[in-house]
């Protein structure tokens, strides 16, 4: 996707020192550090989806709260939720399924927070026209993340239910997460589906957007906050400060776009501003970005769909099972 689609806490913590001049950072009283948490944060991969989290950290809104992340990238879905599961991490951020998927086999987890409200992933091709109608794949190589990651599993169900066989009528390759856009520029497949910023970067060496996966789904909860059970009951003090952090985060993305492409040009200097202000302008017009942290039902309810379709999940678990918006709402209301 970009090339080093993952990037170390130290390598993270030495951007936000170096943009806190240009960006403005609010400077919280030097006293009032001592009281700042640090805990321990893991992303699936680290891409401008998630751009309300990097508004957040570059903006102070979690510090201003009382709690500092310390991001890391996990290399996908499974891996961020591995992360909390090990205790290695407080908080993951991915595709949210991996709860409903851990307690229907009896296990713990807990979402409180939507990050992604819209499937973050688009067709991206040097070769092909725009595809209007899903049968169009036939015949093609698609290149996505491997199995069960979000963007494998929304090609599969949009792919079975144009009756397409896989294997046989279209065929999909898997390689490692942020790395579909330079498989398909190789020629190892004719379209690569991927989310920003490896977009933009497709587009700016003569690849084009020619499917939207944000509106062929519409309303989809595509990536969650994921906690333990436990982290509910011995920190609620923290997951509010999280919430509120966001919350605050995802009104300044929307209300001041600028700033967002300073904050992602930050977060990406391998790549020109040119890309990184059409990636922003896109996730922006395709409302990809959460604009509340609150965890919309009908939203849950269009990945649930997809994911018992796909028979990753039974359906068992209900929504109050999974979700406990307490902290979002809380968030929200303030």
Not at 19 to 40: C, E, I, N, Y
Not at 60 to 89: P, W, Y
Not at 301 to 308: D, G
Request: glycine share 10%; proline share 5%; aromatic share 8%.
């Amino acid at each position: 996707m970009t090339g080093q689609p993952f990037q170390t806490i130290s390598r993270r913590n030495a951007l936000q020192l170096a943009g806190a001049s240009a960006l403005g950072v609010l400077a919280a009283p030097r006293l009032a550090r001592a009281a700042v948490r640090d805990v321990a944060f893991v992303e699936a991969v680290h891409n401008l989806g998630y751009i309300d989290l990097y508004v957040g950290q570059h903006a102070g809104t979690f510090e201003k709260h009382g709690i500092r992340l310390n991001v890391s990238a996990a290399g996908g879905d499974t891996q961020a939720f591995a992360a909390v599961l090990g205790g290695s991490a407080l908080f993951g951020i991915g595709d949210p399924t991996m709860v409903p998927i851990s307690v229907e086999r009896g296990g713990p987890g807990k979402v409180v927070g939507s990050v992604v409200q819209r499937a973050q992933y688009f067709g991206v091709s040097r070769t092909l026209k725009p595809i209007t109608d899903p049968v169009q794949f036939k015949g093609l190589k698609i290149v996505t993340s491997p199995d069960p990651n979000t963007n494998y599993s929304v090609t599969k169900r949009l792919l079975t239910q144009a009756g397409l066989v896989i294997g046989t009528d279209v065929q999909i390759i898997q390689v490692t997460p942020g790395t579909e856009i330079g498989a398909m520029l190789a020629g190892q497949a004719d379209v690569a589906i991927a989310y920003q910023p490896g977009v933009a970067q497709a587009a700016s060496q003569g690849a084009r957007i020619v499917f939207d996966f944000s509106n062929a789904i519409g309303p989809f909860c595509n990536t969650g906050i994921m906690v333990l059970n436990q982290t509910v009951a011995a920190s609620p003090d923290i997951i509010q400060s999280l919430c509120n952090g966001f919350e605050e985060a995802m009104h300044r993305t929307y209300s001041d776009p600028a700033y967002a492409k300073q904050v992602a040009r930050l977060e990406f200097p391998q790549l020109s501003g040119s890309v990184i202000d059409s990636a922003i302008d896109t996730e922006l017009k395709y409302r990809i970005p959460s604009e509340s942290i609150v965890v919309d039902r009908a939203q849950w309810a269009n990945l649930i769909k997809m994911q018992v379709y796909l028979k990753n999940i039974k359906g068992t678990a209900t929504f109050d099972q999974i979700v406990d918006n307490s902290f979002a709402r809380k968030a929200a209301a303030s």
